[in-house]
């Protein structure tokens, strides 16, 4: 079993709708983050959490250090939000990530 | 925010020859820099880890003497594939961290080898 589970793979959703992405994570962590990578490639960082909820924009993450869950939220979607979401956790500060699969997002206009 | 640039953004080189990547902290110090490897529609495989003024530690199955990893300062890291071969062709892409204050990805590299 992977140390880090991301759900849904996919997501299909129209413009406007609010988009939730899961993350549960199985090994003690400092913190978790949320990235996003376009189809280009590039990688975003969104989030970094190691506890509570945090918010930017249209997007909001929030995690649950007793349950080793956490999501990201998308509020009124938009084609641009179109993209591979990926969660990451990290063992202790500094250390490597460790990935999710991540979740392909797509926002119909 | 924190800014790590890299290039080449793409890259097409002959079998055989090497190719290197720079990765830049621009405004800030990265005291550990991480290389990745990314397949088509596959997650990010992290290839090596690397401290600035020492030895990158490699992940089992990476094969250190074809993927040179230099961080030979805090704001620098050099990714060289040696040897090309068409199926080193591949998405690379690095990260740094500030001692774990944030990690920043840089843009990636695709590289064609032909």
């Known amino acids: 079993k992977n140390e880090v589970e991301q759900s849904p793979q996919n997501l299909t959703a129209q413009e406007g709708e609010f988009i939730t992405i899961n993350c549960s994570y199985s090994?003690?962590?400092?913190?978790l983050h949320w990235l996003q990578q376009h189809p280009g490639g590039g990688i975003v960082s969104l989030f970094m959490?190691?506890?509570g909820k945090k918010k930017h924009g249209r997007l909001i993450a929030t995690i649950n250090i007793q349950e080793k869950h956490s999501s990201l939220h998308i509020t009124a979607s938009h084609p641009r939000d179109s993209a591979v979401y990926i969660c990451?956790?990290?063992?202790?500060?500094?250390?490597?990530?460790?990935f999710g699969g991540g979740t392909r997002v797509l926002v119909k206009p | 925010g924190a800014v790590v640039s890299q290039h080449p953004s793409r890259v097409i080189c002959k079998s055989g020859t090497s190719v290197k990547i720079e990765c830049r902290s621009l405004?800030?110090?990265?005291?550990?820099m991480f290389w990745y490897r990314q397949f088509p529609k596959q997650s990010l495989m992290l290839m090596a880890t690397?401290?600035?003024?020492?030895?990158?530690?490699?992940e089992q199955g990476v094969e250190k003497d074809k993927f040179l990893i230099n961080h030979a300062s805090l704001t620098l890291s050099t990714l060289t594939v040696t040897s090309a071969h068409p199926e080193d062709s591949s998405f690379y892409i690095c990260?740094?961290?500030?001692?774990?204050?944030?990690?920043?990805f840089g843009s990636g590299t695709r590289l064609t080898v032909v």
């Open positions: 405004d800030f110090q990265a005291t550990t």
């Open positions: 959490l190691s506890s």
């Open positions: 990260s740094a961290t500030e001692a774990g204050e944030s990690y920043t």
């Open positions: 990451a956790v990290c063992k202790a500060a500094g250390n490597k990530l460790t």
């Open positions: 690397s401290n600035e003024g020492s030895k990158a530690t490699y």
């Open positions: 090994v003690g962590i400092s913190a």
